[in-house]
């Protein structure tokens, strides 16, 4: 896939706003405790090898990612830190795991058993023990089941190294914190059958941290907080301001004045009640920016401008106060003037969240970065 360099419609990604959330997050961290970045997905959309270099450069000790080729992404790239895959990998690569000192997700011993004949060498495979206290994605159900895992790494010392244990909360974003309590005591009670601790125990997400701190552990696994989103969208608001990182930004291709009556887009479904002006973006929803958002709004020299007619492929329309020239920028995530639309507000108005939204814009869009220099 080719990113569009030829066309004006880009991301631009803040450096400096990423490093500066991974700096207040630590500042308000137990100093024992490790920040590992979660920089899966292409860094939610912001670069994967941008992003870890970043937040290398700010203080994180680790990476967590989604996919055994996320983390070898890194390796290639030079990082030599901690990864951490939390997803489920075949175990047939558990060679490639211990040789590239990869940690891994483990969710059951029958895992354990399928990944053993594979490993063959000197290093082990770095694992981390997933408990399902409720998130009911992967992970041990009960504190049986735990046991018996924890007798194999014993009993398989050289294949596995028992390196860390984990959870994940399913509603650390919410007011309301009951079911998080729930998962906790059950987590709680996982802890009480462990004869010892990993080097690694981690419960928190960017929400768990940011709204829940007596929590156990000593690391977390910081991610959409970093590219400053509120993890909860409006919900509830962060200890400290998060700075966004990504800014979506086009530029007019096309303006016209368009006479009363006539239509815009596929199915004609807005019609100009009078005369008035008509500027078109070269970004759609093959683009990640979604067909739903016709009637949102972009930015335009900081005002807000209606989407009008039906989000094509690799177009779509605007009102314009008045006739601008080609070339003007628009603005469809970030500031312009006195105005800004987050990526909160653009999660909103599609129905979804911040995440969907910014790792799903497209490769086709150039990333381009903003004070990679650190200064
Ligand atoms: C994606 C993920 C995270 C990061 O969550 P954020 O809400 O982005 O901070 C943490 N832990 C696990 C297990 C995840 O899958």
Known sequence: ????THRP??????AQAIRENIHQELARMD???????????????????????????????GFCVAILDEALELRTAGFTQPILILGIVEPKYAQLLAEQKISVAVGSCDWLKKAAPFVHGDEPVRVHLALDTGMGRIGFQDQDELKTALDYLQTHSDQFLFEGIFTHFATAD???DQY??????????FMDVLPQRPRYVHVANSATSLWHKVCEGNMIRFGIALYGMNPSGKALSTPYKLKPAMAVTSELVFTKLLKK???????????????????????GYADGYPRCLQGFHVLVDGQSCEIVGRICMDQLMIRLPHDYTVGTKVVLVGKSGEQEIKMEDVAEAAHTISYEIACGFAPRIPRIYLHEEKS
């Open 1 to 4: 896939m080719n990113a569009g």
């Open 9 to 14: 419609t880009i991301i631009e990604v803040d």
């Open 31 to 61: 100093r024992k405790s490790d920040l590992f970045a979660v920089v899966k997905a292409d860094g939610y959309g912001h670069g994967l090898v941008q992003v870890a270099k970043f937040v290398s450069e700010a203080g994180a000790t």
């Open 174 to 176: 919410e007011t309301d």
């Open 180 to 189: 998080f309590k729930l998962q906790l005591s059950r987590f709680n009670a």
């Open 261 to 283: 009556g006539r239509s815009v887009g596929y199915g004609a479904t807005y019609t100009a009640q009078q005369d008035e002006w008509i500027g078109t973006l070269p970004i």
